[in-house]
């Protein structure tokens, strides 16, 4: 668990209990937001089995809370089928905490745990439209690897060595 020097934010691994706060948090979202995160329409609530995967994927998840309200959510899952070990990432915050950093310090908490359990390389699927990720991305991992499919972007973003932690966010 993180604690910021205010005391106020908390940031922690996701569990099952945590489904009813993170459906509130989407469900007080812009269209937007959801939209560079999901890249579909995720209903309103949104989807009960969404909601569960999100609180226990096949990786790990984390939270950060502000006063007792889960203000962001990031996870990690192992890419099926992938050459190598891969782990892919996303990140959501509420609007009333981004530009803050708080995106990145979720990230940097999913990257490490990644690497730290055998991810060889990392994926991130982004939005072309999401300048916000997309500059995350380019500023910390300038030399990933990018494909271009339709409005989106992925990117293959090398995992360090296992113990090195994880440069960039």
Known sequence: MTVDLAGTLVVRRTDVTDQDAIARMLAGMSDQNLYHRFQTPIGSP?????????????????????????????????VRGAARPTAEFAVIVAESDQGRGLGERLLREAT????????????????AANGAVLRTVRRHWPTATTEREGSLINFTLPAPARGRGVRGC
């Open 46 to 78: 949104p989807r009960p089995a969404l909601v569960r995967h999100l609180a226990s994927p096949d990786g790990a998840a984390w939270v950060a809370e502000r006063d007792d309200r889960i203000v962001g959510h990031a996870m990690w899952a192992w």
């Open 112 to 127: 490490e745990h990644a690497a730290k359990v055998g991810a060889a390389q990392f994926l991130v699927i982004v939005s």
